[in-house]
């Protein structure tokens, strides 16, 4: 029987989210409230209809290293830094501390929740079915359940939409991707399979005529990898601009992280 591997930060966020209350009196003053019964309740709830989709009674839940996230390294302050304001749940830690009492759980020092499903489901493959609403799942080749149904993700698909990624960027998450590209760009890019070249060209005519500026044609690409630089290149930045972002966008994989390690990703590595 295959193991539901649970994104343990966003199951109990919506669940303890789902049951907050603000109560309003004296016509000026309210007070935010949240039962931690109804939130266990509402998360057993969840977790019973995703075990009934996945066909699963083993479940192992994945949570994020609450106090140091390697990305932030990378980065500094920024990433995430949207957040930095924001409060968990009410009922949040004593809601993750029950699931941690009732439930088989894991977490990796300095790492997402993501990372340690998109590790364990390429370090077994086949053994789990991943259940996460974050798109950056997305990354990890193997079964996922998205919307009620179990579901294969090829390695090339998820090959792909890492690059898409590294080229459209998440503010949210803090890395920005290549400037003026957008997913749609970056899409059209990496399904042609072509880079951009520079060039210079000279004006015929009109008032610059002989002034020599740089033009860009597009050309096979012979590894995504190229198609991102050379967008980055058009951008005015360069490689380590990709880079970066890339090291950003990357949900680590089996390969990512060797005895209790991170490696951080490089091209063709």
């Known amino acids: 029987m295959k193991t539901l591997l649970i994104d343990g930060d966003m199951l109990v966020h919506r669940s303890t989210v789902a049951v907050e209350k603000d109560t309003r009196f004296l016509d000026r003053y309210h007070i935010l409230f949240s039962d931690a019964e109804s939130a266990w309740n509402v998360l057993m709830e969840t977790l019973g209809e995703l075990q009934n989709a996945a066909d699963t009674s083993e479940v ?16 500094g302050g920024d990433y995430k830094s949207h957040r930095a304001g924001s409060r968990k749940p009410l009922a949040y830690w004593e809601t993750r501390k029950r699931v941690e009492d009732n439930f088989a759980t894991t977490e990796m020092p300095t790492l997402e929740a993501d990372d340690v499903m998109g590790i364990l489901m390429t370090r077994h493959p086949g053994d789990y079915i991943l259940w996460s609403l974050d798109k950056d799942l997305k990354q990890i080749p193997g079964l996922h359940l998205v919307d009620d149904e179990v579901i294969r993700r090829p390695l090339s698909e998820c090959d792909h939409f890492f690059y898409l990624q590294t080229l459209a960027g998440d503010v949210t998450d803090g890395y920005s991707g290549c400037p003026g590209v957008g997913v749609a760009g970056a899409e059209r890019a990496l399904r042609e399979g072509s880079k951009l070249v520079a060039y210079q060209h000279e004006l015929k005519s009109g008032k610059r005529k002989g002034e020599v500026e740089t033009r860009w ?14 967008l980055y290149k058009k951008a005015g930045l360069g490689e380590g601009d990709a880079l970066l972002n890339a090291r950003m966008a990357r949900i680590l994989r089996n390969e990512d992280y060797a005895n209790g390690e991170i490696v951080l990703w490089t091209p063709n590595a």
């Open 60 to 75: 192992l839940v994945t949570f994020s290293d609450p106090e140091v996230n390697f990305r932030k390294g990378l980065v």
């Open 217 to 230: 044609e597009e050309v096979p690409a012979d590894t995504p990898w190229e198609t991102v630089v050379s």
